[in-house]
């Protein structure tokens, strides 16, 4: 049976990128080796690193002064290495989520860190909007996409002092305007690749700033130096890295990406509001997220929601089950998820909905 794939991570891949990982694993560009048995260092190694740094910063427009990293840890140890290379005196962040509030439980043990607002009190279900960033930060952390209560920062916001975000789950799905960033961090397995590599766009300049002696392979500055090869990177998710970027390039670059994204979210939250079963959790629609898109049942159906996943079950959907703290239903809309996907899967809801 045809699968559809709406898992928020890692999640789906362009079925040529998938092809050409795989063949790379058998024969890597015909050197007789599979890529997985290849030092990093081998000479036909380097290229690939070198064009997923340049895609890059083609793709975002990345200006003179960034450096773009592919490191192992996950956003979660960058977590960590924010405020380790960056917070000085003050730290501040926006509350958006359990992933900003494990951002910021890390900044904690670095120095004063300042909540400027949260969405606690109602499940994360909105962006805070109307607070005021404190000027003497070093920097404010957001997180654009809160990938469990589908909810997404549409535009980069306008602070005073220079931002910081988590990208993993809506990198290369709109422009970015990184002059207004000195650092972006993600995991590479929700938008860009199979899981197991990292990427981070640094702001050369804004690093070494801190007093504080950093752990070589935590300060930035060893990666930036090492052209993220200090040690041994995770070679064969940086080469599914490049794949997506390449697929990327030739499907049309960000601007494309943000024109199918908004295409395919028109669409399922159109369905999830006129369907009588089904409610979106996001009630403002300026903060609903075009990656994660989550739905429950209206509370005279709300029995039917096992049945409801098995039913989709049944009919081919991957991944359609909320996150345990929100429950319900998400499907995750990431770049490789095509209008057709989700044209099955309001086909599915309209079926069920005609059987109730
Ligand atoms: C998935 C996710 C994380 C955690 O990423 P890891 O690579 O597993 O550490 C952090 N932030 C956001 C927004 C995520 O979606």
């Known amino acids: 049976m045809k699968k559809y794939n709406f898992n928020a991570g890692p999640s789906k891949l362009p079925s040529d990128v998938m092809k050409a990982v795989s063949a790379a694993c058998i024969d890597f560009e015909n050197s007789g080796l599979s890529l997985m048995e290849m030092s990093h260092r081998a000479k036909n190694f380097q290229p690939v690193v070198d064009e997923a740094v340049s895609l ?20 979660s140890l960058e977590f960590c290495m924010v405020p380790y290379n960056f917070l000085e005196r003050k730290a501040a962040y926006l509350n958006t989520g359990v992933w900003a509030k494990k951002a910021m439980a890390e900044a904690k043990l670095f120095g004063e860190t300042v909540e400027v607002a949260s969405s606690a009190d109602t499940t994360y279900n909105y962006i805070p909007r109307g607070y005021t960033i404190p ?4 920097y404010f952390h957001v997180t654009t996409n809160n990938t469990i209560y589908g909810t997404e920062l549409h535009r980069d916001l306008d602070s005073p002092v220079p931002m910081v975000a988590d990208m993993s789950s809506d990198i290369f ?22 899981a197991g590599v990292t990427f981070v766009i640094v702001k050369n300049d804004a690093l070494g700033r801190v007093t504080r002696p950093i752990p070589t392979m935590l300060d930035y500055r060893t990666h930036v130096k090492g052209g993220s090869m200090f040690n041994t990177p995770p070679t064969v998710p940086i080469y599914c890295a490049l794949q997506t970027l390449r697929w990327l390039k030739r499907e049309g670059g960000v601007m494309e990406m943000q024109r199918r994204a908004e295409e395919k979210a028109k669409l399922l939250y159109g369905e999830i509001e006129r369907n009588k079963l089904f409610r979106p959790t996001v009630t403002n629609p300026d903060d ?7 739905f429950v049942m209206n509370d005279e159906y709300k029995e039917l929601e096992a ?4 039913f989709a079950t049944e009919r081919g959907m991957v991944g359609v089950k909320g996150h345990r703290s929100v429950g319900g239903f998400r499907a995750s809309c990431y770049n490789a998820v095509t209008i057709d996907d989700v044209k099955a899967l309001v086909a599915c809801m309209q079926e069920y909905e005609r059987q109730h």
């Open 307 to 310: 049945d409801f996943l098995s």
């Open 173 to 194: 799905s709109r422009p970015i305007d990184v002059s207004k960033y000195i650092c972006i961090y993600g995991g590479a397995q929700k938008n860009l690749a199979m």
């Open 135 to 138: 000027t003497d930060a070093d």
């Open 56 to 75: 890059f910063r083609e793709l975002l427009s990345i200006p003179d002064g960034y450096s773009v990293l592919f490191l192992g840890g996950g956003a």
């Open 288 to 294: 609903r997220s075009y990656m994660n898109i989550c």
